[in-house]
């Protein structure tokens, strides 16, 4: 997720994306995603196994800023909200 600005990448891991899209876009969620205005998803992938789930998504967080651009463009070169296909 990101800001209006695209200025702040978050990646996170849920087992509802859709109610957590929301509750980020609300501010319900305390901390980096509230603090930055995080609001617009903009890449997301979705596993069947948790376990599978949390090991990609430490695997995004360990990678420069530069690979996520890079994931985030392979998908969605405009950065625009993909909350509305879910």
Known sequence: M??????????????DLK??????RLKFVKGF????????????EIFDDPYNAIS?????????????????NAMNKAWKDLSEEL
Request: charge should be positive; charged fraction near 30%; avoid cysteine.
């Open 33 to 44: 995603t509230k603090r930055y205005n995080i609001e617009k998803l903009i890449y997301y």
């Open 2 to 15: 990101t800001n209006k600005n695209n200025t702040v990448i978050y990646t996170g891991v849920t087992s």
């Open 56 to 72: 990609r998504e430490k695997q995004i967080k360990a990678g420069s800023r530069q690979k996520k651009i890079n994931l985030i």
């Open 19 to 24: 109610k957590r899209v929301y509750e980020h």
